[in-house]
């Protein structure tokens, strides 16, 4: 689906998007099978909080999406791929640059596919790691996504 729309233009309308502009969350990495992403966020005075570090609700928007669109565009458009809940975890301030990596395997998706075929629909839970430039854990986010196929 939206493997349709040019990787190029697929990026930037993402990077233009409000709730990421003004957080300073930047989409710079979707490989064109949308197995892979990375986004990052520099600390800016748009999203630092009370004591100087990023915003916390800044750290999780930068994860929220990525599963659902990713599993959602991998299966196709006979299933239906809902996010339903979502869990983070602080681990340690973040400051100057984060970044988190989204990785869907083929694994996952044959998975989800036979649950479906069996019970109806699934839930996942998969999670995200939040990383200062250190490479240090930040934030931990799991992200519950639904999947059923499409009513016909």
Do not use: C
Request: charged share 30%; no cysteine; hydrophobic share 40%.
């Amino acid at each position: 689906m939206w493997q349709k729309i040019p990787k190029n233009l697929l990026l930037k309308a993402v990077n233009l998007w409000p709730p990421f502009v003004g957080a300073g969350i930047r989409l710079k990495t979707l490989n064109a099978d949308f197995r892979f992403a990375r986004v990052e966020m520099k600390l800016t005075t748009l999203n630092t909080n009370y004591v100087g570090v990023h915003f916390g609700g800044s750290l999780y928007s930068m994860t929220d999406p990525w599963y659902m669109l990713m599993v959602m565009d991998n299966l196709g458009r006979e299933y239906v791929v809902w996010d339903k809940a979502a869990r983070i975890q602080f681990k340690r301030p973040g400051k100057g640059l984060v970044h988190a990596e989204f990785t869907v395997t083929e694994e996952l998706i044959d998975e989800i596919k036979r649950e479906v075929l069996e019970k109806g629909k699934t839930e996942k839970e998969l999670q995200v790691e939040v990383k200062n430039s250190e490479g240090q854990i930040v934030a931990l986010v799991d992200k519950t996504i639904w999947i059923s196929k499409k009513k016909k």
